[in-house]
């Protein structure tokens, strides 16, 4: 078994960039997604296989990787990217988990 | 446009049953594989189980293995959890969710909205 492990919460002031970490063993080898989960709402996928982003995700927000560890970038970040955001990843058995989340905060 | 919508939610007393559908649309039902993921109230996302595009693969989280059962019906572009057992620790909003595989991994490209389950006397 692996986990996901990310900081709870991350709070910055609009226009700043936000940094959201995922660390776990399969992220070198297996591809990290993110999830954006506002109040009340079902998650979106906001960056998949590590670095591309859906069609209608804004540029400002990106993924990357290094080692094991897996990063989400909300570059300017605004009031409406306040979510919660949840890496996810799987092992090379086809296990999948989810991190445990990041409250972030914009104000 | 690609829509879920989970249905069959409600309140069950702990050793009550369940069945929570998901109807999806807008897609090819058959070719996916789709799963369940719940969340309990301010908690984050869990796995709970999933099934192949035609039904005769299933998988499931230990946490609910020999309680719960998913299924599917292509002609009705449905999948289906049936949850037996249930324990108040079971307590969430369930999601389900369609996968997208590519070649080297496979992820939630579309999820529908939720259907909330309660477990309590």
């Known amino acids: 078994s692996y986990e996901l492990t990310q900081p709870p919460s991350v709070s910055v002031s609009p226009g700043q960039t936000a940094t959201i970490t995922c660390s776990g063993d399969p992220i070198p080898k297996k591809f990290a997604h993110w999830y954006q989960q506002k109040s009340g709402q079902a998650p979106v996928l906001v960056i998949f296989?590590?670095?591309k982003r859906p069609s209608g995700i804004p540029e400002r927000i990106s993924g990357s990787t290094s080692g094991t560890m897996a990063t989400l970038t909300i570059s300017g970040a605004q009031v409406e990217d306040e979510a919660d955001y949840y890496c996810y990843s799987t092992d090379s058995s086809g296990n999948l988990k989810f991190g445990g989340g990041t409250k972030l905060t914009v104000l | 446009e690609v829509q879920l919508v989970e249905s069959g939610g409600g309140l069950v007393q702990p050793g009550g049953s369940l069945r929570l559908s998901c109807a999806g649309s807008g897609f090819t039902f058959s070719s996916y594989f789709m799963h369940w993921v719940r969340q309990a109230p301010g908690k984050g996302l869990v796995w709970v189980s999933r099934i192949s595009g035609d039904g005769t693969s299933t998988r499931y989280a230990d946490s609910v293995k020999g309680r719960f059962t998913i299924s599917r019906d292509n002609a009705k572009n449905t999948v289906y959890l049936h949850m037996n057992s249930l324990r108040a620790e079971d307590t969430a909003v369930y999601f389900c969710?369609?996968?997208?595989?590519?070649?080297?991994?496979?992820?939630?490209?579309?999820w529908g909205q939720g259907t909330l389950v309660t477990v309590s006397s």
């Open positions: 296989e590590d670095t």
């Open positions: 969710a369609r996968v997208l595989r590519t070649g080297a991994t496979f992820y939630f490209d579309n």
